[in-house]
């Protein structure tokens, strides 16, 4: 057995210390500026036109962009976030990231809309993940899959899960009401681990399982995001294509997980994760919109 792996066990067993850890969490590039004779099919330029949308980022800890680096405050929002990296990249008028660490979609719901801008042409969107206890599963499930306690916070989380599209879309509703014409954009969530890797590295067994047990209650979540969003009119994102070969562990990982098990930012993008991987698709659809 090598030494990460004793590592990654010690750090798994005491992962309750991370309990407000989310589940789940974009590359691209940018079009060259366009010069003053390119106009738009409304007759400004494509960078006038951008200059036009107006933006603001709702959701959790990977709206945040908690782990990122240089956060600041209570909700532990980060400069390095995907929502300030894409308006900078676009030229929107980011009208702000209202994502905290920790929220629902109740949270949501009654701190975050109400501060919209009701001029908000997009509004983008991740959560989810503390509503079904991802951060629970990730605890009870990472030491050993095969657990009661594991088990147990999965049936919870397929509870939890049974009732987020109602919440869901009452959020929709709760973004259409506050911002009338917002185009909203629902952010899924990525693959924190890479399995095989960990395979390939002599990992016990019991983790390399527990590992996929996550990525797929990841999955689950995904789709239920992806539903709800369709059959309300909203956009999905999917972004562990993205972020495939990026998880824990890799050779250019952009989820962080080290050895202090009390950091906030545990199982949570990093910088080169919000710029190279949400931020890329998010700009994408904005684009696209």
């Known amino acids: 057995m ?47 036109a951008a200059n036009s949308v107006k933006y603001t980022a709702l959701g959790d800890s990977f709206t945040a962009g908690s782990g990122a680096g240089n956060e600041a405050g209570l909700c532990r929002r980060s400069p390095q976030a995907y929502a ?20 629902t979609t109740a949270d949501v ?10 001029a908000t042409d997009v509004a983008t969107l991740t959560v989810g993940g503390n509503d079904v206890g991802s951060g629970l599963v990730t605890a009870a499930c990472l030491p050993d899959p095969a ?6 916070a999965l049936q919870a989380a397929e509870v939890s899960m049974a009732a987020l599209p109602g919440k869901l879309t009452a959020l929709f509703d709760s973004i ?48 239920v995001l992806a539903r709800t969003a369709d059959a309300d009119g909203a956009t999905f994102i999917d972004v562990t294509g993205t972020f495939a070969g990026h998880g824990y562990p890799s050779a250019a990982q952009w989820i962080n997980f080290g050895s202090d098990p009390t950091y906030f930012g ?24």
């Open 2 to 48: 090598t030494t990460n792996s004793w590592s990654l066990r010690g750090r798994a067993a005491r992962l309750g210390a991370v309990a407000a850890v989310s589940m789940g969490l974009v590359a691209g590039a940018v079009a060259a500026p366009a010069t003053a004779a390119s106009t738009s099919g409304n007759g400004k330029s494509p960078a006038a």
């Open 109 to 118: 719901q009654a701190t975050q809309v109400p501060s919209m801008s009701p």
């Open 84 to 103: 300030p990296v894409d308006a900078a990249a676009l030229g929107v008028q980011l009208r702000g990231n209202l994502g905290c660490f920790g929220a």
């Open 176 to 223: 259409r009401g506050q911002a009338k014409h917002a185009r909203i954009i629902v952010v899924g969530y990525p693959h924190l681990f890479e399995p095989a890797t960990m395979a390939a590295l002599g990992y016990p067994e019991s983790l390399v399982q527990a590992a996929n047990a996550v990525n797929t209650a990841t999955d689950r979540l995904n789709l």
């Open 147 to 152: 657990t009661v306690a594991c088990q147990s």
């Open 266 to 289: 545990n199982l949570h993008p990093n910088a080169l994760g919000q710029s190279l991987g949400y931020a890329a698709a998010v700009k994408n659809a904005i684009s696209a919109g």
